[in-house]
């Protein structure tokens, strides 16, 4: 361990990162600026090439800080049996769920059986992924020791979760808190150790289960309070009572109480998925997480309230369905990003098509869209022009980007279904709410 | 109008408050400081009798203050006659539930009912208490209209709910913003002269409907995070992981997190009672309310899980269950308050008394237990000293006011349940959790 720790502190130790995404690049990003050499590994023949060509395709890092460290102190390739000439791995991979709900670790699991060839001892393994409690020590950990190593003598094995919120601009990677956890005591002093040389402020926790308890819970909690929230704006709408009123009037309450908005529905990689995570592991004990499944239910059918209330619309005008097009503004799950996973936009447009003649979209940060697995009709982002806005019968705000030109949308549009509250404190006749 | 906005001005006006219990007493209190002069109602012969004396039963309002002012610009009374001498009416009455779970609204319409012979134009009648959207608008302003007043001419009708949050010592009531709503614009105007007179900050709102929805929010978003945090505080004991250390470590995160704290059940007059105010709109509406049953049903039964906790306890130490004594810490259904209305506290003592020989409590907010509706048995507070300690199998630790010396209740008690987490960092074989 002192030769490991010997190595972080003089910088000599090499980091190799996993999962070249948006939680791996700040990553990579965060150890480059200071001083370290990283070495990038991704199955993704896209992302391999674009990052040698020094092109970023994460909003917040630079394409020129790319090509300032490439071929420098970074190197990424898609041959994982380079990961014997690093010291540190670094697992920033996707976590997503089966077609059940259940967690899907093939990738995490799987990664881990194709370096294991290549593993070498004094090497210190770290799972950033989110996960349910119990992945660490009940299955990483096991893999590791069958390969021989003794864990927290000659092998380490750190879980750490990464709490990257994309599109917030008010914290980088190194201003967040980062939680660390070892599977022993000397796992967790080289865990610490490494990130300390990143990141402002270290919060060690007792073991790899409460680490991973932890991540799940930040992320339950905010899922369950957008599931209150968006019960109350149906319950708010079938009482006549404006949400977004009584939101920031409660707003002004010094203490005790947070406000979150509704939505169309909530997206991205974490808030939808996540907590489902700690179902299944709380279900394997005979537990029920009641909250979690409340909330993932009240959210999933938002997109269909949207829908309902799109095509209420276009009836109460006597437009008829079969003719009517509609123009979706926003893709991307959040304000500001470029990430259309899980997006409810999508949904929304799929179960749209089923009715109506026609379903665009635009968002300035999908220009296109490519095909998914849910979706397979690829369509361009319309530009948000006058003429173009007319074409359509329906415009449904689904996503409050703040480079949408708001004011010309109300002038230009014939019908709007408002479903972010953007014109909240305005009165026009061709405004409406979902 | 301008007569009363006028007599407001020049601190003419007269304050009748009727129910001086903890809202009414800090209400009065800051229209005493900034020069009005205050007429206090209440049904209570004991309380008139205490404040006539010149003797405070809220902790933050000193009795010097009440003899200060009182027979000077403080008058208290029973007879409700009086009422005709006021200007403006606060309501600040009691809104508790029924036997199932409904509204009880006695206290608010009845007193409407008795002082409607002595209403005279040009009054304002302003209600505090928390209720359902439509209480104003749909149930006092029809029985206003009755008595042949014109509602924003001649007579003005506001609602703006209390916001008081006993025992936080940070925020007195002209420090909490106050949400102001009229039935007529002239109403509202009237609200805000009036209050704007004693508090920092005035949040108007557009209606009675949006003012009772938004205290409604303020409460049912705490009854959810706490009710969460419960249900996360019995999945995490299932997984064998701290919750306290989780959510100490999830409170790093700089962004999207607030956090609860688990216990053994919530009480006070607010949290486990409003929301089901909007429950019972909701439902006139044919629209459901799925968070604040959930909410409910989980903070329920957390009393039931430390008797079961408790009783575990004893059989695992092979102690005779019929032959136990428990002491219970804290019979406030908070931290540093005297109030014990339902507070899980007493549901714990009832529910072991069934079980064991004896069950004491130790309050020093609460020195004699009174009856209530629920709990017949008057006893006293037990003094917290080592002699007093070891008479005991089991000490629960049920509020965990500051008063409490833990560190001899640590060193004194043969066994300590604890469900608030003060021993959450100490490792000794007599603390077990719940």
Redesign the interface.
């Known amino acids: 361990m002192k030769e490991v720790i010997y190595k972080i502190n003089n910088r000599t130790l090499k980091i190799g990162i996993i999962g070249l995404g948006y939680v791996g690049i700040p990553l990579a990003s965060e150890f480059l600026e200071n001083g370290f050499k990283v070495l990038g590994f991704d199955t993704d023949e896209e992302k391999i090439n674009s990052l040698k060509k020094g092109i970023s395709y994460i909003s917040h890092i630079s394409s020129d800080f790319l090509r300032e460290h490439m071929n420098v102190n970074f190197d990424v390739s898609k041959d994982i049996s380079m990961i014997k000439n690093v010291d540190v791995i670094i697992l920033c991979l996707p976590t997503p769920l089966d077609k059940k709900n259940n967690p899907n670790m093939e990738f995490v699991f799987g990664t881990i059986k194709s370096i294991s060839p290549f593993l070498v001892k004094n090497q210190t393994i770290i799972l950033e992924s989110t996960t349910y409690?119990?992945t660490t020590s009940e299955e990483i950990y096991p893999m590791i020791r069958k390969l021989g190593f003794n864990v927290g003598k000659d092998f380490f094995l750190v879980y750490s979760p990464e709490?990257e919120?994309p599109g917030?601009k008010?914290?980088k990677t190194s201003?967040?808190?980062k939680?660390v956890s070892g599977h022993t005591s000397n796992c967790l002093k080289v865990g610490t150790s490494i990130y300390e040389k990143i990141v402002n402020?270290i919060?060690e926790?007792?073991?790899t289960?409460?680490?991973e308890?932890?991540k799940l819970?930040?992320n339950?909690?905010?899922a369950?309070?957008i599931?209150?929230v968006n019960?109350?704006k149906?319950?708010?709408a079938?009482?006549?009572?404006?949400i977004y009123?009584?939101?920031d009037?409660?707003s002004?309450?010094?203490?005790?109480?947070?406000p979150y908005y509704p939505g169309p529905g909530i997206g991205g990689h974490c808030i939808p998925i996540d907590p489902f995570y700690?179902t299944w592991?709380?279900k394997q004990?005979?537990?029920e997480?009641?909250?979690i499944e409340?909330a993932g239910?009240?959210n999933n059918q938002m997109p269909l309230r949207v829908v309902e209330e799109a095509l209420n619309l276009l009836k109460k005008n006597n437009l008829n369905q079969n003719k009517s097009k509609i123009l979706i503004l926003g893709l991307a799950y959040k304000k500001d990003v470029d990430d259309m996973r899980e997006s409810p936009s999508i949904r929304i447009m799929e179960e749209l098509e089923r009715f109506v003649l026609k379903v665009d979209y635009s968002d300035p940060f999908i220009p296109n869209m490519p095909k998914t697995r849910r979706y397979k009709r690829p369509k361009q982002s319309i530009e948000v022009i006058k003429d173009n806005l007319r074409e359509y019968d329906l415009v449904i705000i689904a996503t409050d980007h703040s480079e949408f030109n708001y004011s010309l949308i109300k002038e230009s549009s014939s019908m709007i279904l408002d479903t972010r509250g953007v014109y909240r404190s305005i009165d026009a006749n061709n405004i409406f709410r979902a």
């Open positions: 409690p119990g709490r919120d917030n008010d914290f201003e967040i808190p939680i402020e919060v926790v007792s073991s289960q409460t680490a308890l932890t819970l930040e339950i909690h905010r369950v309070n599931g209150l019960e109350m149906i319950i708010s079938g009482l006549g009572i404006d009123e009584v939101i009037a409660a002004t309450k010094p203490f005790g109480f947070t700690l592991k709380a004990k005979g537990i997480t009641q909250f409340l239910f009240i």
